[in-house]
């Protein structure tokens, strides 16, 4: 999935769309994070945890290849940070989303290589903070807490997309024409943040209470 307003396919961004300064800011920004992450993922693998953690990021990988058609022509699907963060804790669900983009990069094409720093901190990193403390914010007041993380955790992720993206005719452009991504943010946060926030967000907080119910009935966790 790539993000281009005119395809209307929205969350992944493509090789191309980002300037090679905004790469190099982002893969700064996110490999000390990634070192972090792995040493506290680490920490949390044992027999137990092992293969639920895998299973969830398996599902997360299935569930980001289903997209939900909305009316327009556009689609989202789900990411299934927030799940992972609310049952292991932030790190292991940004390590665990931005592993499942690099194979989506690699394998599929969904999702730039050179963008994958910025796809990792949208959806991994600030997905999952954001559900986890979102989370443990209302999980005692809440029946429906996982869905509300759930639910914010994506439309925030699109958030940081939508600015990531808009910047770029911005400050990347050359006798006013867009050398990059071509629209600035007056369309794209409107755009991603809007749909993520009518469609998207409703599928992603629905998945986290299902499943989120599911393990936890089932101790699984």
Excluded: C, R
């Excluded at 800011?25 to 920490?43: A, R, T």
């Excluded at 669900?93 to 730039?112: A, E, K, M, T």
């Excluded at 509300?148 to 958030?159: D, E, L, P, R, T």
């Amino acid at each position: 999935v790539i993000i281009s307003l005119k395809k209307g396919i929205f969350m992944h961004i493509a090789d191309g769309y980002l300037s090679p300064i905004t790469v190099v800011i982002s893969s700064s920004i996110i490999v000390p994070l990634w070192i972090y992450g792995f040493n506290k993922l680490k920490e949390k693998l044992n027999e137990e945890t092992l293969p639920v953690i895998g299973a969830l990021a398996a599902l997360s990988f299935v569930i980001m290849m289903f997209n939900v058609p909305v009316p327009g022509g556009t689609s989202g699907h789900a990411v299934g940070a927030a799940l992972i963060s609310i049952l292991f804790g932030p790190w292991i669900g940004f390590v665990s989303v931005s592993l499942v983009l690099l194979i989506q990069s690699i394998v599929f094409g969904d999702g730039g290589i050179s963008a994958w720093a910025v796809n990792s901190f949208a959806m991994g990193f600030t997905g999952s903070f954001i559900g986890y403390y979102v989370f443990n914010l209302l999980k005692d007041k809440v029946k429906f807490a996982p869905f509300i993380a759930g639910y914010i955790s994506i439309v925030v992720a699109s958030f940081v997309v939508a600015v990531v993206l808009g910047i770029q005719p911005i400050f990347w452009s050359e006798n006013e024409h867009p050398l990059y991504f071509p629209f600035d943010l007056k369309i794209t946060i409107p755009a991603m943040v809007g749909e993520h926030m009518l469609f998207f967000g409703v599928v992603e907080g629905i998945f986290t209470q299902i499943v989120y119910s599911f393990l936890t009935k089932k101790d699984v966790k």
